[in-house]
Each structure stands twice: as C-alpha cells, then as structure tokens.
C-alpha cells in the first residue's frame, strides 16, 4: 500500500476509534441493522465495538464452529471479533488484525470490558499478519479488502494462514460498473470503500488466482444509503458539539466521506455490498 492511501486510511479510522461511537447511537446502532446485524448480537457484545462501519454480517455466512480459530481482517473496534468469539467458544480463538493504532487500543479495552479470554488484536497490515502459516480455520472481514490496495497480496497471505481445507467469509463492496473519473480519482472516495473496490468479476478472478476454490460471491441486496444514517454521530460523536463552527475542523472520517460521496453519486447504481466466500484446497 502506497503511503498516500495508507495514511489517509489510518488517520481517517483512527478519527472514527476516537469519536466515542457505539450502538447507543441511533444512526450508528441503524447502519448496522441494515447490514444484517440483530438487536440481540449488538446488545451482547461491549457498545463501541459497533462503529457503523459494516456493509455485511460476515459472522452469519461463516458458519463458524466451536474450537476453531477465526482470524478477522480489519478487525476495527472488535465486533466480529466478539460475535465469533461466542461460536468458538472458550476452546477457540477469535483474533483480529488492524493497520490503525487507535483500533487496536479501543478493540483491547472492548475486550477488557467485555472480559474476552479467548480473542486477541495484533497491530498489522493484512499483507504481513503475524499468524503462522496453515493455523486459521476461518478468515472473515467487514468493508476492508477494497480499502487494500494490493490485493494480490493480502489475499496470497489469507491463503497462507487458511489451513488446507479453510474458509474466507467476507462482506465487502464491489464495483456494479466503472465508477465516474472525478469520484475514482478523489483519495475521499477510497477511504470511503468504493475507490478501491473491483468488480464482483475482477474480485473472483483475484481469489482464483490466489489459489481458491468454490468461489461464491453474491449480491446481498443491502441500501448503501444507510451510511447516511451515521452522518451526523459520526462527525459530532455522542453528547457533544465538535460540528460547532467554533470548534477545530475534525479529519475526514468514514462516515464523512461516506455521506459527501453519497451526494454526488447514487452508490447503489454502482456498488454493492456483496458476500464472498471461498475455499482454500485440501491439498
């Protein structure tokens, strides 16, 4: 990754771990019922781990088992990281990686407070995961592939880490058709996760030449208007009044991004949310 995108993706998800966001905001706690997220999941995992930045519930197509271990790309502030943990059970292991300091830190003190022995958080960029090769039953992640921009790569290292056998489950954005020149070309829009994202196409060619079987990759049908939803939390963040024209300007952020590009392009007309899964051979 390129330190121009890597850095705009950094500071602009280190914004959002900073904003105090959590499912007791109505706007965030709505984009991720819209993505396929319950009422009962989010109650019972630690509020801030859900920062309305889901396009799927990768956790529900996993079909994950007791004692596996699911290694969580992108893991945020921890909430997938915490749903699988309850299917692995106190046997297994949910680990989350992340790319953005301040994910990390709010994702171990999620896990603090939510008293999780069986999850870990590491500090990386999903091209080079400190996880041994062939010891992961199940990789998922949440809006974040698109935001890699070598995809070759990241998805050469899941392969490695997958045992033979292994699954991806993801939720992701792929492109419906090509977007226009003056989104494609704005840094805002990669951040954002359209840039970024390839065709469902181009997506499957990438995990076939990684070396996957049985790719599966489908529409999921979601409203990516619901980010408008979180708008408003996401730039002032709970009780407080940062949108004050007396306030300092914050750093663009997801949901900042995400509502500007709504405004200038109808999403749905060219990007969809989309589950993917895939298998890494038993041979």
């Known amino acids: 990754m390129t330190d121009s995108i890597a850095d705009a993706v950094r500071k602009g998800y280190g914004n959002v771990a900073q904003q105090g966001l959590g499912s007791h905001d109505d ?20 509020a801030e781990s859900n920062m309305g930045l889901s396009c799927g519930n990768p956790v529900a197509m996993a079909s994950i088992r007791e004692g596996e271990v699911v290694v969580d790309l992108g893991s945020g502030g921890g909430l997938d990281v915490f749903l699988a943990a309850r299917q692995v059970g106190p046997s297994g292991r949910s680990i989350g990686i992340d790319m953005t300091g301040d994910m990390i830190s709010l994702a171990r003190a999620n896990a603090r407070k939510g008293n999780y022995d069986n999850v870990s958080f590491h500090l990386a960029e999903i091209e080079a995961m400190p996880i041994p090769s062939r010891s992961v039953d199940c990789v998922i992640s949440n809006c ?4 890699c921009e070598d ?3 990241a998805l050469a290292e899941v392969f490695r880490i997958l045992k033979p056998g292994g699954r991806l489950a993801i939720s992701d954005i792929a492109l419906r058709k090509e977007l226009p020149a003056h989104v494609a070309q704005e840094m805002s829009a990669w951040t954002a996760c359209i840039g970024g994202a390839l065709t469902i196409e181009d997506n499957r060619e990438k995990l076939l030449r990684a070396g996957f079987t049985e790719v599966t990759i489908q ?4 409203d990516l208007n619901a980010y408008r939803a979180g708008g408003a939390a996401a730039c002032c963040g709970p009780s407080t009044d940062c949108c004050s024209p007396s ?3 914050q750093e663009a952020n997801f949901h900042d991004q995400m ?3 709504l405004d200038t392009i109808d999403a749905n007309e060219y990007a969809a949310s989309v589950r993917i899964f ?5 041979a």
């Open 27 to 46: 706007g965030v706690r709505s984009i991720a019922n819209a993505f396929g997220y319950s009422d009962e999941e989010l109650g019972s995992i630690p």
């Open 144 to 147: 974040v592939l698109n935001l």
């Open 151 to 153: 995809k070759d790569a």
């Open 219 to 222: 529409d999921a049908q979601a």
């Open 247 to 249: 306030e300092e300007p």
């Open 259 to 261: 509502s500007a590009l």
């Open 278 to 282: 895939a298998l890494r051979p038993e």
